[in-house]
């Protein structure tokens, strides 16, 4: 019988269950993919309805979950196998090497600067528009700071050629090149699954011109543009020239609502997040002119309906009511033509602009079936994990002690996910009790819920 909880994603949901979880008094073992914990919410700007700094509400939660004295996080590190039953998992994590002492490290970003690669490889982080060497620390606020070593990208581990400047850099002899991978065998109560989601790759809707035109970006791409820390420090910029846009069209529902690319679901907030990037272009320069071509304005959460509408009345965002069927460019001027079709004043029509941002559907994150698989648990027909009852029990899976979180559910916003985090705490808390582990705490002051 064990009192720890494994909560498998770093992400906003997980962080949130892992708090609630180490506020009652149980160990919690987290498990993060990536170098950093943060999720997806790392790379926003600001969230809506009110137009906060997302990092801002992130980051304290961040550093707050790796310092919890009741909680152990393993980045670079995935789930390979479970076995056993609910008071009793036994769970098998596969951390891969960092090729950088974690203990010695202190995020000095010397090891990052001397790397011979610096500024050659496209940077993940900023969506490719960036870039960064072999050695590098994912972004500025990563928890933790520590650097990391790209094995596939390192001459020195992939070709034997690199002298090495890093290791002469780094004066805490925090770089080891002799790491290897390694398997942690874990014993926990329960788990919590909050691995998050992806966005959809717009590549196959050719007739948006996207990695064909400079100018079609998708929305992640936007969020990192428009971020104070992204790669052009806050500034919008054209792709194909450097420049400003002072017109920029958003088309909503690409590749959801869609049989075509297996997606016909609603995303939900795709038309919120449309409304927050075009507010927060107008913030940044009052005389953007700002287009969102919609299928159906659907503003269903605590505030949305009037975030849209301030989005119209106060930052002057055009709404329009049509999907558009194809984008062109000016081969000259690089601009953009939005051909569609009027369904309110009739007919075929097109509008020229500088930029055109789609807002891509909210998809199933990359190994959630090999996941899926490992835990026993079920996927449903879109290939998010499934509830057993979505209205009675929407945070337990079909295996007693396993429970699911979060957007690898279901398409949603960051206060679901962080709703649905502190739900799946107490119901692991539970299950632990029912085992005849250590029962949950009350939440007291400390609760950060």
């Not at 770093?10 to 170098?35: F, N, S, T």
């Not at 050695?135 to 002298?163: H, N, W």
């Not at 299950?431 to 939440?443: L, W």
Request: glycine share 10%; charged share 25%; hydrophobic share 35%.
């Amino acid at each position: 019988m064990s009192d720890s909880v494994l909560v498998i994603g770093g992400g906003v949901c997980g962080i949130q269950a892992a708090l609630d979880l180490g506020d009652k008094g149980l160990k919690v073992k987290m498990v993060e993919r990536e170098p950093s914990i943060g999720g997806r919410m790392a790379l926003l700007d600001k969230v809506f309805p009110t137009n906060d700094c997302s990092i801002c509400i992130l980051a304290p939660k961040m550093i707050t979950c790796f310092n919890h004295p009741n909680v152990e996080v393993l980045t670079c590190a995935e789930v390979v196998g479970v076995k056993g039953k609910a008071g009793d998992f036994k769970v098998k994590v596969r951390k891969k090497a960092r090729y950088v002492d974690e203990d010695k490290c202190t995020g000095c970003d010397a090891c990052t600067q001397a790397c011979v690669l610096a500024g050659r490889i496209p940077d993940e982080w900023n969506q490719n528009f960036g870039t960064r060497g072999a050695s590098y620390i994912p972004f500025m606020q990563a928890v933790p700071r520590v650097a990391i070593i790209d094995g596939e990208k390192c001459l020195r581990l992939t070709k034997g050629k690199c002298k090495s400047p890093c290791l002469e850099a780094c004066l805490r002899n925090a770089i080891d090149f002799e790491q290897e991978d390694e398997v942690v065998d874990l014993e926990v109560g329960s788990i919590i699954v909050a691995t998050g989601l992806d966005m959809y790759d717009p590549t196959p809707v050719t007739e948006y011109g996207y990695g064909r035109f400079a100018n079609v970006i998708h929305s992640m791409e936007y969020e990192r543009l428009i971020n104070a820390s992204g790669p052009t420090g806050g500034h919008i910029t054209r792709r194909s020239d450097g420049e400003r846009p002072k017109r920029i069209a958003y088309i909503q529902c690409v590749g959801a609502r869609d049989v075509r690319s297996g997606h016909p679901y609603c995303c939900s907030v795709c038309c919120m997040y449309a409304t927050k990037d075009a507010m927060l272009a107008y913030m940044h320069h009052d005389d953007t002119e700002n287009y969102i071509f919609y299928t159906d304005l659907r503003a269903f959460g605590r505030g949305f309906d009037e975030y849209i509408k301030r989005g119209a009345d106060e930052y002057k965002i055009n709404y329009i009511r049509a999907r558009p069927g194809e984008i062109t460019e000016d081969p000259v001027t690089k601009n953009l033509f939005v051909w569609y079709d009027d369904t309110e004043g009739g007919g075929v029509k097109s509008m020229e602009v500088d930029m055109v941002v789609l807002s891509t559907a909210f998809v199933p994150p990359r190994g959630i079936e090999e996941l899926a698989a490992v835990l026993g648990v079920e996927l449903d027909e879109y290939d998010f994990f499934k509830a057993s009852d979505d209205l009675l029990a929407p945070m337990d899976s079909c295996v007693p002690g396993i429970y699911i979180a979060g957007a690898c559910t279901r398409p949603m916003d960051v206060t679901d996910a962080v709703t649905q985090g502190g739900g799946a705490a107490d119901r692991a808390a539970q299950a632990i009790a029912q085992c005849g582990g250590k029962p949950p705490a009350k939440a007291g002051a400390g609760d950060r819920r």
